[in-house]
C-alpha cells in the first residue's frame, strides 16, 4: 500500500517528505488553484522537489481532442507524470489512446464499481474511487472500494485502486484493511494522524521521561573518550 499526498502545496509536501511519508503526489484543478495559476509550472515544482516519486496532473478540458493534447504536455513535465481523467465517455474515449502511447492514466472522480470496471478495460493504470465523498451523500465507499479490489483481483487487472477523498485518520485504517494499492491524503489528515491521539500518546511519554528524571538517569557511555566540550556539555546536563 502506498500514500500519496493530496496536495500541491510545496511547504506542506517538504514537510511530509521530511516525514517520510510520501510515496506519490495527486492534485486536481481544485488543488491546483489553491496554490497558483500555471498548472505546468506548479507540476514542475513538485517534480522537482520530489523527482523520483509519480506526480498525478489532471486535464482541464472536456471533449477527447483537447484532453489528449493537454494530456501529452503534463506527461512532457518528466517520466514518473500520471494524467487524471474524469470518468465520463469522452474521458475514457482518450484512455487507450494514451496508454499506446505509454501514458499512463488515472480515471478519476469514480463513484461505482461498474465505471472502475470500464476504466481499467479501457486501459486506465489507476483507478481512484471518491470513497469519502460516497459517505458524505449516504453511501459506504469502503463497500464499494472492496468490490472494485476483488474484481481486479480476480480478473488479475493491472489497474491499481486509488482510496480518493480520504476525510479522517480512520479512513486510512478502513481503506488498507480492504486492500486498497493507494490511499490519497491531504496533509490535514496526515497531521490529524498524530494530532488527534496526541494526548494520550504525550501523557505516555510524560511518565516515561517524569521517571526517568526522579531517577537521576542519564545517557554516557563511559568507555567512549570525551573531548573537553562534550564533558562539559554533559556535566551541563547532570548538573
Not at 496526541?198 to 501523557?203: E, F, G, I, K
Request: net charge negative.
Amino acid at each position: 500500500m502506498k500514500l500519496f499526498a493530496d496536495t500541491a502545496d510545496l511547504t506542506e509536501l517538504k514537510e511530509l517528505k521530511e516525514l517520510g511519508l510520501v510515496n506519490g503526489v495527486t492534485t486536481n484543478p481544485q488543488i491546483i488553484s489553491h496554490s497558483g495559476k500555471n498548472l505546468l509550472k506548479i507540476l514542475g515544482s513538485i517534480v522537482d522537489l520530489l523527482p523520483n516519486l509519480p506526480v498525478v496532473g489532471m486535464v482541464v478540458a472536456t471533449d477527447t481532442k483537447t484532453m489528449i493534447k493537454e494530456a501529452r504536455m503534463i506527461n512532457s513535465i518528466g517520466p514518473n507524470m500520471i494524467i487524471k481523467l474524469p470518468a465520463t465517455i469522452e474521458a475514457t474515449k482518450a484512455i487507450p489512446v494514451l496508454a499506446e502511447e505509454n501514458i499512463k492514466v488515472c480515471s478519476t472522480c469514480i463513484v461505482t464499481a461498474a465505471q472502475a470496471v470500464l476504466a481499467a478495460k479501457a486501459g486506465a493504470a489507476y483507478t481512484a474511487l471518491f470513497t469519502g465523498q460516497l459517505d458524505i451523500i449516504g453511501y459506504k465507499g469502503v463497500d464499494t472500494l472492496r468490490d472494485i479490489v476483488n474484481i481486479y483481483g480476480h480478473f488479475n487487472l493491472k489497474t491499481q485502486v486509488i482510496a480518493a477523498s480520504v476525510k479522517k485518520p480512520q479512513d486510512i485504517v478502513d481503506y488498507a484493511l480492504v486492500g486498497a494499492h493507494i490511499i490519497t491524503i491531504p496533509y490535514q489528515v496526515f497531521m490529524d494522524a498524530f494530532s488527534r491521539a496526541l494526548p494520550l500518546t504525550q501523557y505516555f511519554v510524560d511518565t516515561f521521561y517524569r521517571d526517568w528524571e526522579k531517577a537521576g538517569c542519564y545517557i554516557t557511555d563511559e568507555t567512549i573518550s570525551l573531548g573537553k566540550k562534550d564533558e562539559e556539555d554533559l556535566n551541563k546536563i547532570l548538573a
